[in-house]
Every structure is written in C-alpha cells, then in structure tokens.
C-alpha cells in the first residue's frame, strides 16, 4: 500500500488548509479499516489528529482540533481528506495519513501503513 499527503503549506493563524491522502492498495480497502491523521512538531512525538471509520464513517478527534478540523473519505477515489479551520501556529508540524488494518483509532503502534508527511506551518 502507499499513502501519499499533500495539501501541506504556510498559512497565517486563522486561515485554512485541506489535506488530502490518497490510499493506493493493491487489494481492497476493508471496512474494519481506520484511515487516521497524526502531526508531528520539531523535537515532539507523534500525535493523534483524526481518524474515520473506513466503512461507517464515524469519526474520532483529538480535543486540541476537535470542532476545527473534520476527517473525511471518499471510499470511490480512496482519498482520506483533512479540512483544517482556524488553524493556530500550535497546529505547525508534519502531517502524516496513516492507515490501521485492526481497527485501531489514536494510538501510532496501531497503525500498521504510513505517508511521508506534509509540511503544515501556520504564522501568527
């Protein structure tokens, strides 16, 4: 599988970005799959930023986006997207779109399929 982000740039506090990450697989993507999002800032960890629910579409955040970001997918084209409003200079990190084959939602060990990442820089 590949997994490819882009949507990344420079965006001054308040703006918006949507990123978009399109899921190549060679099979089928399942619907007990989780498509999910995290960042990663300079000299921090890993960190949970959305995921969905392959099949169903339910949707999970992290309290620090919850109500400006929204996860979404579009299951024809195999695209995972994330809309980014109001964004912060506290959302600046690389953006990666991962993929979970067991269903796991916000932890990165459970992720089995990773992007290279996105560059999100948010000026103040």
């Known amino acids: 599988v590949q997994l490819q982000a882009s949507g990344g740039g420079l965006v001054q506090a308040g703006g918006s970005l949507r990123l978009s990450c399109a899921v190549s697989?060679?099979?089928?993507?399942?619907?007990?799959?989780?498509m999910g999002w995290f960042r990663q800032a300079p000299g921090k960890e890993r960190d949970f930023v959305a995921a969905?629910?392959?099949?169903?579409?339910?949707?999970y955040y992290a309290d620090s986006v919850k109500g400006r970001f929204t996860i979404s997918r579009d299951s024809a084209k195999n695209m995972v997207y994330l809309q980014m409003d109001s964004l912060k200079p506290d959302d600046t990190a690389v953006y990666y779109c991962?993929?979970?084959?067991?269903?796991?939602?916000?932890?990165?060990?459970?992720?089995?399929?990773w992007g290279q990442g996105t560059q999100v820089t948010v000026s103040s």
């Open positions: 991962a993929r979970s084959r067991s269903g796991g939602l916000r932890s990165v060990a459970e992720y089995h399929d």
């Open positions: 697989v060679a099979g089928h993507i399942f619907s007990s799959h989780v």
């Open positions: 969905i629910r392959w099949g169903v579409g339910t949707t």
